[in-house]
Nanobody, 123 residues
Framework: QVQLVESGGGLVQTGGSLRLSCAAS????????MAWFRQAPGKEREFVAG????????YYADSVKGRFTISRDNAKNTVYLQMNSLKPEDTAVYFC????????????????WGQGTQVTVSS
C-alpha cells in the first residue's frame, strides 16, 4: 500500500515558477513508476510527466516539455515537479500517482493517487 500527499501548489503569475512535492509512504516506493497528472475545470485528467523507478527515464507531455522537470529521491520517498515559465493554461489541480506498471503518457497502470494540489497561474 502506498499513500501519496502532494504539496507546493499555489498562485503564481505568468512566467513564474513552482515546485510541487509528493511524499509517499510505503516500502515499495522505490520500485514504482511515479507520475504527475493535472485536471483543469471542465477537462479530463491529463498526463504531465513521469519517471521510472530508477530515475533514469523520464517522459513529458508536449505541452510542458522544456518547462517542467520531474525528479525523485527514493531515499526520501519523494517525487518532485519543478515548473518554470508557467502559463495560464497550466492552471489545474495537480495529482501525484504511483504504479508498478504505470504507462507513460496514459492513465493506465497507476494504482495510487494523491488528493491533488491546486496550481493557479494568473495572466
Amino acid at each position: 500500500q502506498v499513500q501519496l500527499v502532494e504539496s507546493g501548489g499555489g498562485l503564481v503569475q505568468t512566467g513564474g515558477s513552482l515546485r510541487l512535492s509528493c511524499a509517499a509512504s510505503g516500502r515499495t516506493f522505490s520500485t514504482y513508476t511515479m507520475a504527475w497528472f493535472r485536471q483543469a475545470p471542465g477537462k479530463e485528467r491529463e498526463f504531465v510527466a513521469g519517471i521510472r523507478w530508477s530515475g533514469g527515464s523520464t517522459y513529458y507531455a508536449d505541452s510542458v516539455k522544456g518547462r517542467f522537470t520531474i525528479s525523485r529521491d527514493n531515499a526520501k520517498n519523494t517525487v518532485y515537479l519543478q515548473m518554470n515559465s508557467l502559463k495560464p493554461e497550466d492552471t489545474a489541480v495537480y495529482f501525484c500517482a504511483a504504479g508498478a506498471y504505470g504507462l507513460m503518457g496514459h492513465n493506465s497502470g497507476y494504482d495510487y493517487w494523491g488528493q491533488g494540489t491546486q496550481v493557479t497561474v494568473s495572466s
